[in-house]
């Protein structure tokens, strides 16, 4: 069966969006697109930060992608749900880390700092790095208690 995904945006991360959601599909995961479904823009990212953060924060399924204009406000609502670690991620090294030392099980793109190539290389690494465990472990357990 393959992996569903949770992804959301807001106006400023909507056409990435659609292009991550296109890709997901590719790749043969089936991504949960919730919203926007079309440009609003007065959306705002909290809207859709929510149900991606909650659907991983509850175990619903196991990895989330957000993209708002900085990463930043994606990132610090997912962040406010338990087990949620959301990464905001510019490059595909930091993607790499994300997952090999800090476990990242949301992955928050700042569409407007990145082509739509470098979103996708991106999207990439991350979807591909498995968490290293053995010393990081330990650390990301610490996060939650
Ligand atoms: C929207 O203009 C912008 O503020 C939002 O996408 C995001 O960057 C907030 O953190």
Redesign the pocket.
Known sequence: MSERIYVGA????FALKEKLVDELKRLGYEPVDVGPKTLDPADD?PDYARPVAEAVSTGVVRRGVLT???G???GYVANRYPHVRAAVVWSPEIAELSRKHNDANVLVLPSRFLSEQEGLDILHTWLDTRFEGGRHQRRVEKIDT
């Open positions: 807001d106006h400023a991360g990212f708002c204009g900085t930043l406000g994606m």
